[in-house]
């Protein structure tokens, strides 16, 4: 293995502003040097910006040109399964892998089914990689919550009420949000139900609701759901909702634990304990933010060397998709309702 990994990143779309700094911290390890999108003014953009020598117009000339060890597919979800059948065909080569690995859990299932031999694929969760959720995993396992009785997480922002200009801050930020069919499930609270068993151990949805706030998207931007845990029957309530008057554009998740020795409160980046210990701890939002991005490439670079196996696997992230699954077949939730 070459002391440099060659990668090669697919997509220079929205998230790209947050790989591509990640792997400029990582570049005694792994050099970018080459980019595929099929908008080559994007790619183009993104390689004078991060020093990237080469662009292609598509992942298949990108991987037909270039002597990669890794490729990291930042395309949207939709074309996820395509992409990771297009760089596993190559053989040796290793797959960093945007969330989800596909659309829905049948699809993710059957393209983990194709799959044998050659490089290895993690898929890229980087939510749990956030230091306050880092620091909070800590806490429990030192038992500053003791035995878990309650749990509720609570995404709330007020990025889809129009502001004066007629905007949503929401779809100004990530304009695809107005296209997508399974929109705060699948593309934002996928990243708490997987934060949520990396804390608090795999669970199972009891009952959920999904309703949309407007016309201007096509799926829904509120959710509240009911799981429960499977060690102990424990019951974790998730709220979503972007549409709050009086909440920021950003949300910030709101979590708070409640034990027999403790409680454990998360407000956005500040993190408090009160019980048996008190503790009182802030992080940088934003050097968070990119910090996970950083942080789940880093444990990806770290487990190639060492062999070791991925936190966010495949088969972790199925577990994931599968509560997604579940909570759209419980909601039954119809797109071409009326928003209320």
């Known amino acids: 293995m070459r002391q440099r990994r060659r990668v090669g990143i697919i997509g220079a779309?929205?998230?790209?502003?947050?790989?591509?700094p990640a792997w400029s911290a990582l570049s005694e390890r792994a050099e970018v040097v080459a980019i595929a999108d099929p908008q080559l003014d994007a790619a183009q953009a993104k390689a004078d910006a991060f020093?990237?020598?080469?662009?292609?117009?598509?992942?298949?000339?990108?991987?037909?040109a270039e002597d990669l060890d890794i490729v990291d597919i930042c395309a949207p979800r939709e074309y996820h399964?395509?992409?990771?059948?297009?760089?596993?065909?190559?053989?040796?080569?290793?797959i960093l892998c945007q969330k989800p690995l596909a659309t829905s859990l049948p699809k993710a299932e059957a393209l983990l089914a194709e799959m044998s031999g050659g490089g290895r694929l993690m898929v890229h969760e980087n939510w749990?990689?956030?230091?306050?959720?880092?620091?909070?995993?800590?806490?429990?396992?030192e038992g500053l919550a003791g035995d878990i009785r309650q749990v509720q997480l609570d995404f709330l922002s007020s990025g889809m009420i129009a502001g004066a200009d007629g905007l949503r801050p929401a779809l100004v930020r990530q304009p695809f949000f107005a296209r997508q069919e399974r929109l705060l499930v699948m593309e934002v609270l996928i990243h708490q139900l997987d934060s949520l068993r990396y804390l608090?151990?795999?669970?199972?949805?009891?009952?959920?609701?999904l309703e949309r706030s407007n016309d201007d998207i096509v799926a829904e931007d509120i959710a509240a759901i009911t799981l429960r845990r499977i060690t102990d029957g424990g019951l974790v309530q998730v709220t979503g909702n972007l549409a709050v008057h009086g909440m920021p554009p950003a949300p910030r998740d709101q979590l708070r634990i409640f034990g027999t020795a403790g409680s454990l409160l998360l407000?956005?980046?500040?993190l408090t304990a009160a019980g048996r210990e008190q503790r009182?701890?802030?992080?940088?939002?934003?050097?968070?933010?990119?910090?996970?991005?950083?942080?789940?490439?880093?444990?990806?670079?770290?487990?190639?060397?060492?062999?070791?196996?991925?936190e966010t696997s495949p088969q972790d992230n199925l577990r994931t998709l599968r509560l997604v699954e579940d909570i759209y077949r419980l909601a039954a939730f119809d797109p071409t309702a009326k928003p209320r």
């Open 13 to 20: 779309g929205w998230v790209t502003q947050y790989h591509l």
């Open 51 to 64: 020093g990237i020598k080469a662009v292609y117009a598509s992942a298949a000339e990108m991987l037909d």
């Open 81 to 94: 399964a395509e992409l990771v059948r297009l760089a596993a065909a190559r053989g040796s080569i290793d």
């Open 128 to 141: 749990r990689f956030r230091p306050w959720y880092r620091r909070l995993k800590q806490w429990l396992d």
């Open 200 to 209: 608090v151990g795999e669970m199972e949805v009891v009952v959920a609701h």
């Open 267 to 270: 407000d956005g980046n500040r």
């Open 280 to 310: 009182d701890e802030q992080f940088d939002s934003d050097a968070g933010y990119q910090g996970s991005y950083t942080g789940a490439i880093t444990h990806f670079l770290d487990s190639l060397h060492a062999g070791t196996p991925f």
